[in-house]
């Protein structure tokens, strides 16, 4: 049965993309068999594995909204090994389409169940609020990757972030663990080494030993529609997140 991975953080342009993509393709490299799906109405996540947000009809909004199968949206990338579900921007609305819902909480879930044997990886990229899309991103997961960027304010929002995650394993999936804390666009300067030492103060062996480096060939590679490894294979964005990947292949 696939690992489901959350990718999750309601504050935005902290590297939720950035590393559902990497993570997804450094699995994918590694011979696993990954099913990256991009929960996010921005769709970065679908670009960065070079497919169109808007060029397909049925998307995860279908999925979520009209209870299509998930196997029916998955398409192939350019890439062994890895899959795609995509978004869409009309999953903007399905937050309020599902409202009256009462399994509004677990169509991912269910959506999951059946093809969860056909991939070792499941990467989920969550959009950046504690929304119902989110919300069924924690729902269907079996662990979560929050990334904090190496910012002042990084620590912002976490508590919320991390009550929710309680309130989700409390009521609503007994399976869901916190992954790893992953820090972020590190810079060798004194804020970035101040907040890094912070977090692991503050979080301890929650924080994942491997750190993401700002690198410019990671900003660069989305608009070619390439993971990092496929985009630049020896940059140290692509050296840190196959070492990401294999941490978060070792916490079993
Ligand atoms: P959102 O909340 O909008 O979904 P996000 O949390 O998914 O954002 P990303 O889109 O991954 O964040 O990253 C935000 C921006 O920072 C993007 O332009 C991305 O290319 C860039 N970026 C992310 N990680 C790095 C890095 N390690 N080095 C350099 N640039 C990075
Ligand atoms: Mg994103």
């Known amino acids: 049965m696939a690992r489901i991975i959350a990718v999750a953080n309601q504050k935005g342009g902290v590297g939720k993309t950035t590393t559902a993509v990497n993570l997804a393709a450094c699995f994918a490299e590694a011979g696993k068999k990954v099913l990256l799906l991009d929960l996010d109405p921005q769709g970065n996540a679908s670009q960065g594995v070079g497919v169109d947000k808007n060029k397909y009809d049925t998307t995860i909004y279908d999925v979520l909204v009209d209870h299509v199968p998930l196997d029916q949206v998955v398409l192939a990338t350019n890439y062994d090994n890895l899959s795609l579900v995509p978004s869409h921007r009309d999953l903007v609305g399905a937050e309020i389409e599902l409202v009256g819902e009462n399994d509004r909480e677990f169509r991912l879930r269910n959506a999951i169940v059946p093809v969860q044997d056909a991939y070792d990886y499941i990467v989920l990229d969550c959009p950046p609020a504690l929304g119902l899309l989110t919300l069924n991103g924690l729902v269907a997961a079996t662990g979560v990757i929050i990334p904090l960027q ?41 804020l970035s080494r101040q907040v890094m030492e912070d977090v692991r103060n503050h ?27 496929h985009y630049d294979n020896k940059c140290a964005g692509a050296r840190y997140y196959r070492m990401l990947a294999q941490e978060v292949d070792n916490r079993a």
């Open 203 to 229: 979080l301890g062996t929650k924080v994942f030993e491997t750190w993401i480096p700002r690198n410019v060939s990671l900003s660069e590679a989305p608009s070619y529609g390439m993971p990092i490894i």
């Open 150 to 190: 190496c910012e002042y304010y990084a620590l912002e929002g976490l508590s919320e972030l991390l009550h929710t995650i309680i309130l989700v394993r409390d009521n609503l999936n007994a399976d869901l663990a916190v992954k790893g804390v992953l820090l972020t666009m590190y810079q060798h300067t004194n």
